[in-house]
C-alpha cells in the first residue's frame, strides 16, 4: 500500500497484479509504503475504509483518491498456480508443485479450501460492501492506462522493473472447470468486465 499525502492519493496493492514492481517504482514518491507483513501491504478496501481512510481524512481535512488494479480472473488464478510451483515456497503445504492447473482451480473452490489454493478473491479485496470502496480499479493487462493516470498525477515518469514475477507453466483449464470457476465466482467475472 502506498500513500501520496500532497497528491491525497493511495495505491491499495492487490495481491499478484505487479505491486511489488510498483511499490518499488513508487516508493520513493510516496509518504507512507507498507511492504511488510504482507497482510499490510495488500490492505483490502473494507480494511482501508475501516481503518485507515478516517484516519487519514481527518489528518488532511479530506477524502483521498483511491485506486488499485484488478487482474483478469483466470490469470491471476495462474500467477498464484505459477508462484507457489517455485521451490522456494517457506510453507509446503502452499506448494502447487506436482499438481495441475484443473486441479489447482478445483481446490480453489472448494469449501474449505486447501492452503495451496487458498488465495481469496479479488472481488472481496476490491468491494467495499457498503458501496463504492475504491474511486478507480484499472486493469492489470492495460497496466500503460496506469501507469499514465500515475504519471499524470504524481508528475513523474514511471519505469517499473520486472520483481517477484512467477514461474512459466501451463494454466490451461478444461471447459467444465473454467464454466464452474466463472459460474461460482461471478461477482469477480463481472467486476472486472465492468472496468474501463
Known amino acids: 500500500m502506498l500513500v501520496f499525502w500532497k497528491e491525497r492519493l493511495v495505491f491499495l496493492a492487490t495481491p499478484k497484479t505487479g505491486t ?3 511499490e518499488a517504482a513508487l516508493q520513493p514518491l510516496a509518504n507512507v509504503c507498507i511492504q511488510n507483513p504482507p497482510a499490510l501491504k495488500h490492505t483490502p478496501v473494507r480494511r482501508y475504509q475501516r481503518f485507515l481512510a478516517p484516519y487519514l481524512r ?3 481535512g479530506e477524502d483521498f483518491t483511491v485506486v488499485a488494479l484488478m ?3 483466470v490469470s491471476w488464478l495462474g500467477s ?5 510451483q517455485r521451490d522456494a515456497i517457506p510453507i509446503k503445504e502452499r506448494s502447487t508443485s506436482g499438481i495441475d492447473f484443473d486441479t489447482f482451480v478445483n481446490a480453489y473452490l472448494s469449501d474449505p479450501r486447501p492452503a495451496f489454493a487458498d488465495v481469496g478473491s479479488q472481488a472481496r479485496f476490491l468491494e467495499a ?3 463504492p470502496g475504491i474511486d478507480r480499479i484499472f486493469r492489470y493487462e492495460n497496466i500503460r492506462a496506469f501507469i499514465d493516470f500515475l ?7 514511471i519505469t517499473l522493473p520486472r520483481l517477484n514475477v512467477s514461474p512459466e507453466g501451463s494454466t490451461s483449464l478444461s471447459p467444465e472447470i473454467e464454466d464452474r470457476l466463472r459460474r461460482e465466482r461471478a461477482e469477480d467475472f463481472a467486476l472486472y468486465a465492468a472496468l474501463d
Open 20 to 22: 511489488t514492481a510498483i
Open 58 to 60: 481527518s489528518a488532511a
Open 71 to 73: 487482474r483478469e480472473p
Open 80 to 84: 498464484w498456480y505459477r508462484y507457489r
Open 129 to 131: 460492501g457498503n458501496g
Open 151 to 157: 504519471e499524470d498525477r504524481l508528475d513523474f515518469e
